[in-house]
């Protein structure tokens, strides 16, 4: 069965710098795999859709990585900023041939000014 | 351009009453997705319907069924309402196996 973890649960770090958000997955034959961003009372925002046979996703300050057979993709925020603020989550889809998606927990992130 | 809408946003039910909850999207997505979101254990697939006439189950389906009336619009509706089932719910589309879009939610308590 497909588990996705997202540690740290939380995470507050001081505006400009640089993180990193993980996650890990316990079966490796997946099809894709996405992070989004929920801002509080909100649904969610798809930042980065990488597929199996790609490495990395890039969009502005947002750089997503993955590594199938690690069973684990991180999120790359450079420079942050306070309107970074949200939580982030990562939901892998199984190479089966469903339509299922399985969502972390998510990392909830502060930036201080 | 809308995206995905989500009615009601808000809603209080005492248990076993019944409701529907509506999602349309205006993306001529294919794929359609119900999602619960629970405090610590993140978001779940109720039902998903991959494509116009089709529906298949998710994790965790009990308690709910779902309509596919056309490709634009995928209902969730409870038949008895139970206070397990207080959550927050999501809608999502997408062109089959690619990005997916969320509606806002519908907040929902059962008393």
């Known amino acids: ?113 | 351009n809308a995206g995905v809408t989500q009615t009601p946003k808000f809603q209080v039910l005492k248990t076993g009453q019944s409701m529907t909850l509506q999602c349309a999207q205006d993306m001529n997505h294919n794929s359609m997705y119900w999602y619960r979101q629970d405090p610590g254990m993140g978001l779940r697939l109720i039902y998903y319907s991959a494509s116009e006439g089709t529906t298949d189950k998710g994790e965790v389906p009990n308690g709910y069924n779902v309509s596919r009336l056309n490709k634009r619009e995928f209902s969730l509706r409870l038949e008895s309402a139970a206070p397990s089932q207080t959550s927050v719910y999501f809608c999502a589309s997408s062109e089959f196996t690619d990005t997916q879009y969320f509606g806002p939610g519908t907040r929902l308590t059962v008393l």
């Not at chain 1, 969009?59 to 590594?67: E, H, K, P, T, V």
């Not at chain 1, 990562?90 to 927990?105: D, E, L, N, P, Q």
């Open chain 1, 1 to 113: 069965k497909q588990e996705v973890t997202q540690i740290p649960a939380a995470l507050s770090v001081p505006e400009g710098e640089n993180l990193v958000l993980n996650c890990s997955f316990t079966d490796s034959a997946i099809y894709n795999l996405q992070w989004f961003r929920q801002d509080p009372g909100k649904g969610l925002t798809s930042l980065l859709l990488i597929q199996s046979s790609q490495r990395e996703q890039t969009s502005g300050r947002l750089n997503a990585s993955l590594d199938k057979s690690s069973g684990r993709s991180t999120l790359y925020i450079a420079a942050s900023q306070p309107g970074d603020s949200a939580t982030y989550l990562c939901a892998v889809r199984r190479a089966s041939g469903t339509y299922k998606y399985i969502f972390g927990t998510g990392t909830r992130l502060k930036v201080l000014a």
